[in-house]
């Protein structure tokens, strides 16, 4: 196994202003594509939001991973205060540090930030967390072994500029001793509204088509709980070029 880098340091972000946010939004920018990154406005108005306690009972947090100035990967997410959930929104490591467990550090480190978010909104635990993957992901089989429901519902991602909606799978990674089988239908679409209101900022997400086309694979449902996956498989390179969660193929040299 390889070993971490030395010295590295996870520090909370908590305005734009911050050095350690402005390089790891260079690093944003050169991971993601244009269809799945918000601007900087968008964290800067998060940060403002958190200081003044707007957010209360959701949350937001913005790790940065560091060695000393040199940003290695950063991670935000939410707390889903409405169904005591959290939600990682995005995770990047610098592609020279990757399989050093960079990302897995950053994801303990807001597991653990949304845990003390759960005990505050007055909940014994949190729930679980939440994120969006790609179908084909070899980590969503390795989470699925360790007790993670890929939910059976597809699942639509907003464009964030208006070109691609991206169908991806929503999981739910159990963070305490009780296996979580299944969410009920109107938690589901709470969360969903959540997701599209609070995290993508859209301002009526049911005059989306992508959205409404989720609530209604909930009509007449109690529950919704795992879905039959497809194996991962390499995706031909038209599809990579086509689907923007598959980045690592494409990412631009940000070393
Ligand atoms: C995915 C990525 C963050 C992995 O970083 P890394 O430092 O190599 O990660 P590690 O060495 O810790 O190994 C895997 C860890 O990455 C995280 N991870 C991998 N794929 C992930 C995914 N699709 N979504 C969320 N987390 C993921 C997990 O935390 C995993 O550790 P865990 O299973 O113990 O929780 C990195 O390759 C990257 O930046 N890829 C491009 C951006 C991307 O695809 N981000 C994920 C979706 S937003």
Redesign the pocket.
């Known amino acids: 196994m390889v070993a971490p880098p030395r010295r590295v340091r996870i520090s909370t972000v908590s305005s734009a202003r911050d050095p350690l946010f402005r390089r790891a939004f260079s690093l944003y920018a050169a ?2 594509p244009a269809s799945e990154r918000i601007g900087r406005e968008y964290f800067k108005n998060l940060f403002e939001e958190k200081r003044l306690g707007l957010l209360a009972p959701f949350n937001f947090h913005f790790l940065v991973a560091h060695e000393g100035e040199r940003v290695l ?1 950063f991670i935000s997410g939410t707390y889903l205060a409405i169904a005591n959930l959290g939600f ?8 020279s ?12 480190r807001l597991v653990q930030l949304v845990r003390r978010d759960a005990l505050a909104a007055g909940h014994p635990r949190l729930l679980g967390m939440m ?4 179908e084909g ?1 070899p ?2 089989q ?2 699925r072994r ?1 007790g993670a429901l890929a939910l059976d519902l597809d699942y639509l991602q907003p464009s964030t500029d208006g070109t691609a909606v991206v169908p991806l799978v929503l999981y739910l990674q159990p963070t305490s001793d009780r296996r979580v089988r299944f969410l009920s239908a109107p938690a589901l679409r709470r969360v969903l509204y959540a997701v599209y209101r609070r995290l993508y900022r859209i301002r009526f997400p049911l005059k989306q088509p992508e959205f409404r086309r989720m609530l209604r694979q909930l009509e007449g449902r109690a529950r919704v709980g795992a879905r039959r996956l497809m194996s991962p498989a390499p995706l031909p390179a038209k599809a990579r070029a086509a689907r923007p ?4 193929k494409g ?1 631009p040299r940000v070393d």
């Open positions: 991971i993601f990967g990682v929104g995005y995770l990047a490591v610098r592609p540090v990757t399989g050093r467990h960079v990302g897995s550090r950053l994801r303990q994120g969006e993957v790609e992901n980590w969503l390795t989470m360790r969660k598959q980045v690592p990412v």
